[in-house]
């Protein structure tokens, strides 16, 4: 039984790098993709005068990125990262243009898009996700003179610079993955070829161990021929015979200091129930508005990893009323801190400087809200703390 047990142990081991290469591959092509979708987005959102990216052969930064807005554009496509959808060539292509809950700046993205430009940036995804490599259509060292022409008149058509830089296509990892399937392979001989010899050890030492103890062990004498067992039954009786007697003199005092208390005629017992907790109904709320108020389309019921920043508990008097304070993960902490003055200045007023290496954001005292219409407007502010 133990070797079989050590056999599976082995076999998860050997084929546990090949899962695991086989994930991360997957992993790295969806991460690529996504770098991709963020290029050619940014490109199309920055101002007619900027310099555009080779998107076939280079990353756009964030530090590249002058306008506040397209800022937050780039950070929600880079959090599409987490989301690590296997089917995500529809994902990246068509759903994130149209989930105004999940992906809002993505979908006003869209939005102000003409539909020719939208359908050739969907296109361009398509092609890509499905072609799977960096090759670019602009020949190498070559530029391309783009005009766009959204919101401005004919007159003030400006040429657009795009950089072009050399094509290449990603190294395959086939080496690398023989190379560790070769060393887990010598690691699993060595490991095995241990075992054995650890096993025949043991078993040595236990012989040995069993060995000295039957040496060792020597039967008991039977009790007619043990001399001491009448002294020793005679201490026992003794023993008996005290315990008996400090028994009877607890049970004499008790009998002559205990008092009676008459029982209270017509006495009746009741049992206080606790009061039962009053069930706050609580859920949470995305990025607030400048007006000091929630879109009621952006609210969940469950807490949404890098999406939920606000939590809500409504009064239990008033359903139209509402507490709420800051509550996120490390990564909506991190974009608070960044970018206070789109997720913390509406609704909320800090009670010490912005310290943008801060790990968390305390609420000193929660805000109240009213539901109006189709939003949730912010009476008084939250007062919060960096840490």
Request: charged letters at 25%; aromatic letters at 8%.
């Amino acid at each position: 039984m133990k070797n079989i047990k050590i056999v599976i142990l082995l076999l998860l081991a050997f084929i546990s790098p090949k899962l695991m290469f086989a994930q991360n591959g997957a992993d790295d092509n969806y991460i690529e993709a996504v770098d991709y979708v963020t290029c050619i987005c940014i490109n199309d959102a920055l101002p007619i005068k900027e310099t555009r990216i080779d998107c076939g052969n280079s990353l756009i930064q964030k530090k590249d990125i002058k306008e506040s807005k397209t800022v937050l554009l780039f950070e929600e496509l880079q959090s599409l990262k987490k989301a690590k959808k296997q089917d995500y060539i529809k994902f990246l292509s068509e759903d994130i243009f149209n989930d105004n809950v999940k992906y809002k700046k993505i979908y006003e993205f869209a939005k102000n898009r003409k539909a020719t430009t939208l359908n050739n940036l969907k296109t361009d995804i398509k092609n890509y996700l499905d072609a799977n490599n960096y090759v670019s259509d602009v020949s190498p060292q070559s530029e391309e003179i783009i005009q766009d022409t959204t919101g401005l008149e004919a007159n003030d058509v400006q040429p657009v610079t795009v950089i072009a830089q050399s094509s290449s296509t990603r190294g395959s990892s086939f080496f690398a993955y023989n190379f560790w399937t070769i060393f887990f392979g010598v690691l699993i001989v060595l490991i095995i070829i241990f075992v054995i010899i650890i096993t025949k050890k043991l078993s040595d030492l236990k012989n040995n161990i069993k060995n000295k103890k039957r040496e060792s062990v020597q039967p008991p004498l039977p009790i007619s021929q043990n001399p001491n067992l009448s002294e020793i039954n005679k201490i026992n009786h003794e023993i008996k015979e005290i315990k008996n007697a400090l028994k009877d003199i607890t049970v004499s005092k008790v009998h002559s200091t205990a008092t009676v208390v008459p029982a209270k005629e017509n006495s009746v017992i009741t049992e206080s129930k606790a009061p039962e907790k009053i069930r706050q109904e609580i859920f949470y709320m995305a990025t607030p508005n400048d007006d000091r108020s929630f879109d009621i389309s952006g609210r969940s019921d469950d807490f949404r990893a890098t999406q939920s920043l606000y939590k809500f508990t409504l009064d239990s008097r008033d359903n139209n009323r509402a507490a709420f304070v800051f509550f996120s993960d490390e990564a909506g902490i991190r974009d608070a801190v960044n970018y206070p003055q789109t997720y913390i200045d509406p609704v909320c007023d800090p009670q010490n400087a912005l310290n943008q290496n801060a790990k968390q954001i305390i609420t000193t005292q929660p805000g109240t809200a009213e539901k109006r219409n189709n939003k949730w407007v912010v009476v008084d502010k939250a007062k919060i703390k960096y840490q």
